[in-house]
Structures are given as C-alpha cells and as structure tokens.
C-alpha cells in the first residue's frame, strides 16, 4: 500500500471542481492500493462531513473579495504537511497557494516525488477578482507563476489537451501528463425530477435548461441569460435553472431582475450531492455551459451520466469532452445562434431521447475508477523513479528551483 499527500488550498465543504477531483480520486484510489490523506482548510464548524477521516484541517482566514475560501495559515500548513509527508511516499500538490509552497518544501524536506495537478486556467481568471489592475499584467504574472510552479516539481497533471497545450507555450519544462478526472457514473442517473419541480414550483411539461457550478463571473454566466432572453420569444415558458453559489450571485440576480426575467431564470442555490444534485439532473430537459475557461468541465459529464444532453461552447478544456457522438451539442459562441439550438431540441423530444442515451453511453468511457487507475500508475512510476536515482540529501535536493531543507525551518 502506499502513502500519498495530497495538499490543497480547498476542499468541501467548499463546492468547486478541485473539491470534487480530490474527493474523487481520494475514494477511488483506494481500490487501486494508495492510500491518500488530505491538508486543506478548516471552514469552521460546517467543515465536517462523514469522509472527515484521513482529512487534516488547517484553520485560516475569510479571502477577500470571495469569502468562501479560506487562506490557510502558512505555519499552521507547514507544520501539518512536513508532520503527514514524513510518513508518505509522494506529495500531491492541488492548488498553487499557501498548499505549493509548503507542499514543495515537504517533500523537498523527505525526499519525496512531488507532483501537481494544474486545476485553473489562472490566466483568464484572475483579472476577475482584482479588476482594478491591467489584465495584461494579470496574465502575464499568471503566466509566470505558472511556469515557476509547474518547473518546481517532478511532474505535471493537466485534466485536458488545451492545458498541456497552454502550459507548453508557458514554457514549462517538467513532464506534463494529460489525465482528467472521472466520475462515479454509477452515482448518477436515478435522481427523482418530479420532486425537484415540485419543490422549486415548477410544472410537469414546462421546458426547463440547467446549469449547474459556482456561480462567478469566469463561468459566463451572463451569456446564458443572454440566451434565454433570445429564446424567449419563441419558447416563453422555458426555465432556466442555475444551481450553486458564487461572488457572481448578486450581480446576475440583479441583472435578471432588471431584464424582467425574474420568471424565466430560478437560483436554486447549492445542492447536497447525496440527492438533490441528483433530483435537479432529473428535473431538466438540457444542460447548458458557456464557461471559455474550463480546465476540464467535469459537470458536462455529471449531466451526460445522468442521461441529460448537452448544449455547450467548445472552448479549453471541455473540447476533449464535447466530441462526436457524445449525446452533446456544440453551440456557436453567439447567444443567438445558442438559443436557436436550445430551443430546437428542447422541440424535439425523440432528438432529446436519443441524445440523453447517447450521452449516458459516453461517460461510461470517463469512470473514476479507470482515471483512478492510471494516476496511480503515474504514483507509482515516480516513486520507483525516485528510489532508482537515489534521490540526494535532503539539504541538498534542489530541483529545478525548489525550497531547500532550511528554508522550510
């Protein structure tokens, strides 16, 4: 059995796609001989959840501006991840703050492989939540932090083909391995949809699209009220159905209330992912995502495994999944011409049929016990890369810039 740390900035209770690829992985991982235990962010008192086990809290402070994160305390993260990496064989870095930096020193420390999982497009990201700076600049810094990180550790995993590609043309040197991650498909598919109408008031037969993630500003939300504004006149009593939270929420609302869409778009909030992520699935006629930003766009399978089709922009990472005969349509990036796809399906109810079964085929080629198996592959290939070259002295193990022992004293 070996022992591996994972080390993030987040993790739930905090809902996002990092959470869910941790979670993920961490439960599927055990079928293939690794054992994983996790340093993240203590959120307070609602950071228990019944899989607590294994999982290190780190207590930190709101984040501005998005106070739903938390910054972990550096000496409370350090000190957690040098007393979990000395009985570890690898180190699993998952997001680029406070978690890279202690992470790297860990395993620098011990000699362990370190890898990283590069999670977030930060390029096209970051200009959202520090307006007040050129977006030029903002790239630019995302682009260079990138590189130094990436060219810190021993490996890279992207979820996608468009993040290798973009970290290339950083110039990152480290080995980049293109492994998304699954989905338990067997979780999905049987949620109870007349339930969910009837909670959220809506009647048997109205047509209704779903977007389901955290509702900010990098997710283009806008874009999507944008389309059922344009569906309208032909389609009046479709809903659009967004699900989750996010520091966009106040500013969509207001924009729905201002456009006289109140009856048209629902803000259903957050679901737990027991059953009412599930219910919501079964509840709508079509998913819909218009994020240009996406790394991967694992809710796109999430709502393929639930026999939901797909409407979506091809952009980034959701490419790799929005492929030929996945049960999805691909939309021009034009809110118009999206509409006139949404409602054309959301008409054609055999087309509709034939897709959600063609959708549900899909997923089934992206399980997490397939990815599971081939990121302990990857584990397994790196610590036995370690152990063959002897790795030196800790005091001496500088790689490719990387924190010396006494640097993390």
Known sequence: MKRVLMVSDVYFPRVNGVSTSIATFRHALRACGIEVRVVAPDYGTDSGRDDEAGIVRVP???????????LMSWRGTRAAVLREAANCDLVHIQTPFVAHYAGVAAARRFA???????????????????????????????????????DAVDGVVVPSTAMRDRLTSYGVSAPLHVLPTGIPVDAFGAGDGPAFRRTHGIAPGVPVALFIGRVAHEKNIGFL?????????????????????????????????????????????????????????????????????????????????????????????????LSTHSGAIVANDDPSAFAAELVSLLNAPVRRKAL??????????????????????LYRDLIREGAQAGRAAPDLAVHHGAVRQGDAD
């Open 60 to 70: 930190g402070n709101k984040v501005p501006r998005d106070p739903e994160d938390r």
């Open 112 to 150: 362990r492989p370190v890898l990283l999982t590069y999670h977030t497009f930060f390029e096209e990201y970051l200009h959202h939540y520090a307006p007040f700076l050129p977006a030029g600049l903002l790239r630019g810094l995302a682009r260079r932090v990138s590189r130094s990180q990436c």
């Open 225 to 321: 009220i944008d389309v059922v504004a344009a569906a309208k006149a032909t389609l009046a009593d479709l809903i659009l159905v967004i699900a989750g939270e996010g520091p966009a929420m106040s500013d969509l609302q207001s924009d729905v209330a201002r456009r006289g869409l109140a009856g048209m778009v629902r803000f259903v909030g957050y679901l737990d992912r027991q059953q009412q992520l599930h219910d919501c699935y079964a509840a709508a006629d079509a998913f819909v995502f218009a994020s240009r930003t996406e790394t991967q766009g694992l809710v796109l399978l999430e709502a393929m495994a639930s026999r939901l089709p797909v409407i979506a922009l091809a952009e980034m990472g959701t490419r790799d999944i």
């Open 356 to 377: 959600a079964a063609e959708a549900r085929h899909y997923s089934l080629q992206w399980t997490d016990s397939s990815m599971a198996e081939r990121l302990a592959d």
